[in-house]
């Protein structure tokens, strides 16, 4: 039997989640659901159905796994813990300092649905937490660090899109040269978030807009960009669709320690990601972990799950005999 998947928003990242869908044989896509008017939404998956979001609750028992494909900023703590209530869901919710309030949220939802909510999945947070977590846990006696790009950052993007005046806009998250090489010479640097990044944006206005004023309210926006020495760019709407179509990402988890009775050996852990596009990865990250909540779920877990909570197992779609023959 195939797992019934629903996918809750058709933009990059619902979008992704239907390719990623397709190349998962277990799965199968059952239905859309949008904001928008059903009829102007085109998928590529014959047979799935495209619904106005409105009529979510009618496919309670269609759909084994809601995946949850809104923004950060605005969509996920409303939508999350409400389609919890009758789903089991998948977001990749991405405003690290908010993941405690969000998982306390959608963990009462789901529990009192008996429901199966899995939360902030994708490759940062998501693999990069995981990496984080087992390099810790492998070199007590050292230091994390995480680089993020060259590339696109899909939630500072629509954080900026959201912004009155705004009509588009991609921001780069750029790494810097200098820290990234003091970590891998092993200099073991103290570096603050300002230190470590710079964030540029492309951003096309509204007619009439004030630039001064938005340009004001992205560089000071908390949690964003008030971090960060952030460059502003206004540009034509043709410059963007011609320059910045892409959606490309990646970046490094590094965790430099010591091991030894006296810290004589140093060690360096160091995992990247290079991405053509930024949705199509996460998505397929999702998909992995759409595959554990139906697992979960069908063991009787409820409640609201991080990575950290759920077993490499749960993500494959091999058997435990065959994960023993073939890649431990």
Known sequence: MSIRIGILGYGNLGRGVECAV?????????AVFT???????????????????SEAADWKDKIDVMILCGGSATDLPKQTPEFAEMFNVVDSFDTHAKIPE????????????????????????????????????????????????KGVSQGHSDAIRRIAGV???????????????????????????REKHTRECFVVLEEGADKAKIEEEIKTMPNYFADYDTTVHFISEEELKRDHSGIPHGGFVLRSGKTGWNGENSHLIEYSLKLDSNPEFTSSV???????????ASEGQSGCKTVFDIAPAYLSTKDGAELRAEML
């Open 35 to 53: 904001r928008r008017s059903p009829e102007s939404v085109h998928i590529l998956t014959e047979g799935a159905a495209v619904c106005n979001v």
């Open 22 to 30: 397709k190349q998962n044989k277990d799965m199968k896509l059952v």
């Open 167 to 193: 009509k588009d806009a991609k921001q780069y998250t750029i790494p810097v040269d200098t820290a990234l090489d003091a970590v891998r010479d092993g200099q073991n640097p103290e570096l603050s978030t």
């Open 286 to 296: 999702i998909a992995a972990y759409a595959r554990a909540a139906y697992r979960m």
């Open 102 to 149: 969000h998982f306390a949220n959608v963990d009462a939802a789901a529990k009192k649905s008996g429901k199966v909510g899995i939360i902030s999945v994708g490759w940062d947070p998501g693999m990069f937490s995981l990496n984080r977590l087992y390099a810790s846990a492998v070199l007590p006696d050292g230091k994390d660090y995480t680089f993020w790009g």
